[in-house]
Every structure is written in C-alpha cells, then in structure tokens.
C-alpha cells in the first residue's frame, strides 16, 4: 500500500543504510531501479522530443514564431497533472512521468490546430484580431471533443480497473488532469500567445529590415572601392 518512490526512500533512510561498512553499496534492482532510470532519462526524452517537435513545426510554418506559440502551451498540461495528482493523493511516479510523455503530444495537436487555422484566415487577407477569434471559435468543438474521448478513455484506467490497475490509475488520473486543465487554458493562453508572437514578429522583422537598409550604402561603397580605376 505505499508508493515507490516513498518505499525506497523509507528503505534509504535506515539506520543501517546511513552507516554502510567500507566496499558495501546500496544497488536498487527491480522496478526501484527502472524507475531510477525513467526519472534520470526524463529530462533527456523531454529535451530532445522538443527540439524534434520544433524542428517538425518549423518545417511546416516555416517560421520560428509559430512553432514557439504552440510550445508555450505545453506548461499548461504540467499544471493539470499536479493538480490532478494532488487532488486524489497521488505522489510524481515512473507511470506519471509516462502520461506526461504522452500527453505533450495531445496538447500540442490541440495548439497546432488553433495555430494553423489562424495562419489560413491571415494568408486570406482575415485581420490578425479576427482570425484569431475565428480559430477559437471554430476549432473549440473538435479540441473539446477529443478531450472528452481521451478522458472517457482513460476514466477505467483511472479507477484501476483489471490487472495491474494500481499501476496505471496514476497515469491515467495525471493525464485526465492535464487534458481537461490544458484544454480550457488553451483555447484563452494559445490565441493570447499567436497575438503576442505576431507582434514580436513584426517588429523583429521592422529591426532587420532597418539594420539591412543601413548596411547596404557602406557595403556597395565597400564594393565599388575595390574595382580598378579606369
């Protein structure tokens, strides 16, 4: 009836464990030791799953603005998972770390489809303000109604129905958590963030192209001082 995570560390906080005799390690084995190797990889699979992701969605904006107003949305998801894990008791376990895997990957489609709806009605000639109300709009019924197939999905995993339930009832409850809190936040925080980075864009792209216009007189200067003298 405990967790793992607490299990091994009532086991580390033995008498015995503080004073081990010299050449005598503790070696964790078992699902001690997966979990260890889950947690110590997390960061890593975290890390290079996002930069993929942003390499794949610069690829297909091409832009660099977009891809980070989809990105910003995954903290979102974060927040619903603890808060979903506190609410029922449940501690951070290999199986949790699992779900979060998992759901980036959801919670990124839900902004790609608020990004790229927003990005057609701007190339239509739409103002930045109404394409954006038009993605949320729009795209809300399809967001919500995966959220609400992945969620009566998961609710069986959830109660620890079958088999190894006492196993994937955190996972599952991490994940219900993060679809629901990440799916409400998501349609205000990602139209918020596209108008934000829209802006950032445009003045970037204004910085550029004042730095190039000022650049270009010395570099021709530059050029025509090297030719030979007639």
């Given amino acids: 009836g405990v967790a793992l995570g607490q299990a091994t560390e009532l086991v580390a906080a033995l008498p015995y464990l503080q004073e081990l005799p010299p050449g005598v390690r503790q070696q964790a084995t078992g699902d001690a030791e997966i979990m260890a190797e889950v947690f110590g990889g997390f960061a890593a699979a ?5 930069l993929m992701m942003l390499g794949v969605l610069i690829l297909l904006f091409g832009s660099i603005f977009h891809p980070i107003t989809i990105l910003l949305s995954l903290p979102l998801s974060i ?20 779900g979060i895997l998992m759901l980036m990957g959801i919670v990124t489609k839900n902004a790609i489809m608020l990004v790229d709806f927003a990005v057609e009605e701007q190339a239509r000639g739409t103002p930045k303000n109404r394409a954006i109300i038009e993605a949320g709009r729009k795209r809300a019924r399809p967001i919500i109604m995966t959220t609400i197939a992945m969620v009566a999905g998961m609710l069986p995993s959830a109660y620890g129905v079958g088999d190894g339930g006492e196993f994937r009832s955190p996972m599952a409850i991490g994940v ?8 409400l936040l998501s349609l205000v925080f990602v139209p918020s963030f596209y108008s934000v980075m829209g802006t950032v864009e445009t003045f ?11 650049n270009e007189p010395t570099e021709t200067a530059q050029h025509r001082s090297h030719l030979p003298a007639e």
């Fill in 176 to 183: 219900i958590g993060g679809l629901i809190v990440s799916t």
């Fill in 79 to 98: 927040g619903g998972v603890i808060l979903a894990l506190v609410a029922t008791g449940n501690p951070i376990s290999m199986p949790v770390v699992i």
């Fill in 46 to 50: 975290m890390g290079a799953g996002l």
């Fill in 204 to 214: 970037i792209g204004r910085v550029l192209r004042r730095v190039l216009v000022l």
